[in-house]
């Protein structure tokens, strides 16, 4: 876990569940807390004029969710759980005031802001690419070469913007000119 997750235990929370299809927030609600995913899977969603979707995060145990919205008056995205999930709900007033009045949560919170500006950096990286091939192997050299573990398939395609299908076709292509 991250120093700012560890930092975060020490404020009042109140616990939320989801079943999977459920909405926690919609584009244009106000923010009223940051949530900490204790277990399952949320995606925040953005939606174009023409109906769209495209997934701007994919918040998994330990992650916090929206966290951008710390700063932000309104949700910009709606957050939908993809599986049944278990959060923690920390009031945004509160954590303002405990950062303000605690330096050293108010760098972890910017460290951790940092850390996923990259992240999403190296996302439009890996979207940038053109084919499955292309993008498998940008985030293969951008995510230190670690090959998806089993189960985690669809996610992964979901991350690197293409179907499941297109995905392990280029796993089963890989598989076959392995050594």
Do not use: N
Not at 142 to 171: H, K, N, T
């Amino acid at each position: 876990m991250s120093d700012l997750i560890d930092a975060l235990g020490a404020l009042p929370a109140r616990p939320a569940a989801l079943a999977a299809g459920e909405t926690l927030f919609r584009r244009g609600d106000p923010v009223r807390a940051v949530y900490l995913v204790r277990a399952g899977c949320l995606h925040l969603t953005r939606f174009g004029a023409d109906g769209a979707a495209a997934v701007m995060q994919r918040a998994t145990a330990g992650t916090l969710l929206a966290e951008s919205s710390i700063f932000s008056d309104l949700y910009h995205c709606d957050a939908v759980a993809v599986a049944d999930s278990a959060l923690l709900a920390i009031s945004r007033s509160e954590l303002r005031t405990a950062a303000g009045a605690a330096p050293a949560l108010m760098e972890a919170l910017a460290r951790h802001l940092a850390r996923e500006v990259q992240r999403t950096r190296i996302r439009v990286e890996v979207l940038s690419r053109k084919t499955v091939r292309e993008r498998l192997d940008a985030w293969l050299t951008l995510g230190e070469g670690q090959w998806p573990v089993r189960g985690s398939m669809a996610a992964v395609a979901q991350d690197i913007g293409v179907s499941p299908e297109a995905f392990y076709r280029e796993m089963q292509r890989r598989r076959r000119i392995a050594p």
